[in-house]
T-cell receptor, first 111, second 116 residues
Framework: EDKVVQSPLSLVVHEGDTVTLNCSYE??????LLWYKQEKKAPTFLFML????IEKKSGRLSSILDKKELSSILNITATQTGDSAIYLC???????????FGPGTRLSVLP | GAVVSQHPSRVICKSGTSVKIECRSL??????MFWYRQFPKQSLMLMAT?????????EQGVEKDKFLINHASLTLSTLTVTSAHPEDSSFYIC????????????FGPGTRLLVL
């Protein structure tokens, strides 16, 4: 059965800290892994990863895929209170169809 | 680019009434749209996959006669919650896949439904 696991499920840090969020997957015919950020409304797209070892970066956020370990990490450096959100990892398991979502990591950044 | 809208953003209705939620891809055509439901502090649960011009594919446990999905054009899919009950109260989110994109889905802002 295809599944996506995220850890930790919840994380509380202070502004300025660096955090690493983990996502591991078991999916047949893996093609890509996506990270989303969800605040009060619907998820917003962060990264799509398809190649192992190539880091994708956007400002203070970066992510990398390890196909050998069937996992990905999302790093956030110098966290800000605006980074507080649920971070979702998703893997498509049928081409062009729906995702398998992980449970999400709830990140709280305290001032 | 890749903007998805939903309407309404919030709706309150009486038990027994039907509610229609619209999902539109504003600047791209989407042959496939997805409808999700999200309960508080939980991840997204896929309800159905909506394909333009054909019947939706429902996930196990989702009643197709209760959650009617129509995907009449490449930019619009609708979800109708029929005979709504308080347990249908939830956050409903749609997403759309770029026709020429393999995987990325773009999400609408969501619709919060409260059934009294």
């Amino acid at each position: 059965e295809d599944k996506v696991v995220q850890s930790p499920l919840s994380l509380v840090v202070h502004e300025g800290d660096t955090v690493t969020l983990n996502c591991s997957y078991e999916v047949t015919n893996f093609r890509s892994l996506l990270w989303y950020k969800q605040e009060k409304k619907a998820p917003t797209f962060l990264f799509m990863l398809t190649s192992s070892g190539i880091e994708k970066k956007s400002g203070r956020l970066s992510s990398i895929l390890d196909k050998k370990e069937l996992s990905s990490i999302l790093n956030i450096t110098a966290t800000q209170t605006g980074d507080s959100a649920i971070y979702l990892c998703a893997v498509p398991f049928i081409y062009g169809q729906n995702f398998v979502f992980g449970p999400g990591t709830r990140l709280s950044v305290l001032p | 680019g890749a903007v998805v809208s939903q309407h309404p953003s919030r709706v309150i209705c009486k038990s027994g009434t039907s509610v229609k939620i619209e999902c539109r891809s504003l600047d791209f055509q989407a042959t496939t749209m997805f409808w999700y439901r999200q309960f508080p502090k939980q991840s997204l649960m896929l309800m159905a996959t909506s394909n333009e011009g054909s019947k939706a594919t429902y996930e196990q446990g989702v009643e197709k006669d209760k959650f009617l999905i129509n995907h009449a054009s490449l930019t619009l899919s609708t979800l109708t919650v029929t005979s709504a009950h308080p347990e249908d109260s939830s956050f409903y989110i749609c997403s759309a896949r770029l026709t020429n994109s393999q995987e990325t889905q773009y999400f609408g802002p969501g619709t919060r439904l409260l059934v009294l």
